[in-house]
């Protein structure tokens, strides 16, 4: 099994740009799918994009569709999420996560279900 560590948060103003990673350690990263999902206080956990193992495939939540993208290095063991036009409301902690059952595309509503986790990176936009 990996392990899963989120790099890469911190403060930016609105309209800014932030690029977080996840490391993984492990040999068998290639065979996972990943995803990146986001928590503010007091609200459930957001999905906000996956991608296949293999990277050929992505999918965004509508929140994040064109200022989000999600890629990966399976050489690097490492998945990235690059979030421009940053807005006030994306400034919760962001964790990524990954499992070898679940395809990406159903990381949106199966998030409950993945095998694997990071600890979470903080992410805030100041207006």
């Known amino acids: 099994q990996v392990q899963l560590v989120e790099s890469g948060g911190g403060l930016v103003q609105t309209g800014g740009s932030l690029r977080l990673s996840c490391a993984a350690t492990?040999?068998?990263?290639?065979?996972?799918?990943m995803g990146w999902f986001r928590r503010s206080p007091g609200k459930d956990r957001e999905f906000v994009a996956a991608?296949?193992?293999?990277?050929?495939?992505?999918y965004y939540a509508d929140s994040v569709k064109g200022r989000f993208t999600i890629s990966r290095d399976n050489g690097k063991n490492t998945g990235y999420l690059q979030m421009n036009s940053l807005k006030p409301e994306d400034t919760p902690v962001y964790y990524c996560?990954?499992?070898?059952?679940?395809?990406?595309?159903?990381?949106?509503?199966?998030?409950?279900?993945?095998?694997?986790w990071g600890q979470g990176t903080l992410v805030t936009v100041s207006s």
């Open positions: 991608i296949t193992w293999s990277g050929g495939n992505r």
């Open positions: 492990g040999r068998t990263f290639s065979y996972y799918d």
């Open positions: 996560a990954a499992d070898r059952a679940v395809a990406a595309p159903l990381f949106m509503t199966r998030g409950g279900y993945l095998e694997v």
